[in-house]
């Protein structure tokens, strides 16, 4: 179980950070697109989108990295950790993809 929340985890982040990218790059005439998570429009607004993009990243594999080498916690207090985190990402997903169909952009960054 802690494996497939480990790559649910992955490729959640990857989907999220891509739809966050194709959200905030640009303004969209008549809208007014920003990122939900406070901590993280405070990293974009220090260091830039693809900054604050890439530190997310880093700090995300970092973070799983440790989860899974500690040996503080046992298998279940990891998978029920990764589960809340890959729920939470799905859902960050969910909702920039129902804006990216809002704004009429292209999912493949397109356009």
Same mark, same amino acid.
């Given at each position: 179980?802690?494996?497939?929340?480990?790559?649910?985890?992955?490729?959640?982040?990857?989907?999220?950070?891509?739809?966050?990218?194709?959200?905030?790059?640009?303004?969209?005439?008549?809208?007014? $697109?920003?990122? &939900?998570?406070?901590?993280?429009?405070? /990293?974009? =607004? #220090?260091? +830039?989108? *693809?900054?604050?993009?890439?530190?997310?990243?880093? $700090?995300?594999? &970092?973070?799983?990295?440790?989860?899974? /080498?500690? =040996? #503080?916690? +046992?298998? *279940?207090?990891?998978?029920?950790?990764?589960?809340?985190?890959?729920?939470?990402?799905?859902?960050?997903?969910?909702?920039?993809?129902?804006?990216?169909?809002?704004?009429?952009?292209?999912?493949?960054?397109?356009?």
């Amino acid at each position: 179980m802690l494996r497939i929340f480990t790559i649910l985890t992955f490729l959640l982040t990857s989907a999220d950070h891509w739809t966050t990218y194709l959200c905030l790059r640009a303004p969209v005439q008549g809208w007014d $697109v920003v990122e &939900a998570n406070p901590v993280v429009d405070w /990293l974009f =607004q #220090r260091v +830039g989108l *693809l900054g604050g993009l890439a530190i997310d990243s880093v $700090v995300t594999v &970092a973070a799983i990295a440790f989860l899974l /080498l500690t =040996q #503080r916690f +046992g298998a *279940l207090t990891k998978s029920c950790f990764l589960a809340l985190i890959t729920a939470s990402t799905g859902y960050a997903v969910v909702n920039n993809l129902q804006a990216i169909a809002a704004l009429g952009i292209s999912p493949m960054g397109v356009g």
